[in-house]
């Protein structure tokens, strides 16, 4: 447990889930809770590195050896992750990014007497921070993603992370069932990281520390 096989890495992770502004008291998010994000930090932390939390609404509490940036929105996310990729080594993109933003932020709360039975907002996609990490790195920086996906058959989303690993060419995607009761906000998880190649180098079932350990261990023996 004293290994401190990160000293001298300077690592970057996302955490939690956007929310994307409607008016001014709603939004569009996701059930992200940010513990597997917040486990990766506070092991990378405990493991020596200098760790840098993005925590975008998380509902577990900071550890108190990162460094924590708080946001809110993908578009928030995306700017505090172009100003902070440029000095850390390794970037985890752990939390979940809304694909879609609301079009027009109503300036003032949408009534109920102002439409009919129906309301209709319109989305416009948010930009991928990922792709746009990998397309602006530095040379030498390690980039993992993740991919929640919620088919139920092992190999159909094997066959999606493996898909989504070319798209985004970031070097590992850490690849989880999310579902009604997978995943997201749960204590237990299951993950394979899978390289750029679309091999699984690394398989972790357990508690949100011990899968941060594992994947710790992939960042770790890159270089
Ligand atoms: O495409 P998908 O949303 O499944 O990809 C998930 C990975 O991409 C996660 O690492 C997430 O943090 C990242 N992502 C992003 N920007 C987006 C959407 C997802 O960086 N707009």
């Not at 889930?17 to 930090?41: C, H, M, W």
Request: charged share 30%.
């Amino acid at each position: 447990e004293l290994e401190r096989d990160l000293v001298g890495r300077d690592i970057l992770v996302t955490a939690g889930g956007t929310r994307e502004p409607i008016d001014p008291v709603r939004f569009l998010g996701n059930r992200s809770s940010g513990k597997q994000g917040v486990a990766l930090a506070q092991r990378a932390a405990e493991r020596g590195a200098d760790v840098t939390l993005l925590a975008a609404n998380i509902e577990v509490p900071v550890p108190d050896n990162v460094h924590v940036v708080r946001v809110s929105s993908a578009e928030q996310l995306a700017a505090a992750c172009a100003e902070l990729a440029p000095r850390h080594d390794t970037i985890i993109m752990a939390a979940a990014v809304a694909d879609f933003r609301p079009e027009h932020v109503q300036t003032g709360k949408i009534k109920k007497e102002s439409t009919g039975e129906e309301l209709t907002l319109t989305f416009k996609k948010n930009p991928d921070i990922l792709r746009n990490m990998v397309a602006t790195r530095v040379p030498g920086q390690t980039i993992v993603g993740f991919a929640a996906e919620t088919e139920e058959d092992d190999a159909a989303r094997l066959e999606i992370a493996r898909a989504k690993i070319k798209r985004k060419g970031c070097d590992y995607l850490v690849l989880n069932r999310v579902g009604w009761d997978h995943g997201f906000g749960r204590e237990e998880t299951e993950v394979q990281v899978l390289n750029l190649e679309g091999d699984v180098v690394q398989e972790a079932v357990g508690d949100k520390t011990s899968v941060a350990n594992a994947i710790l261990d992939v960042v770790r023996a890159r270089d």
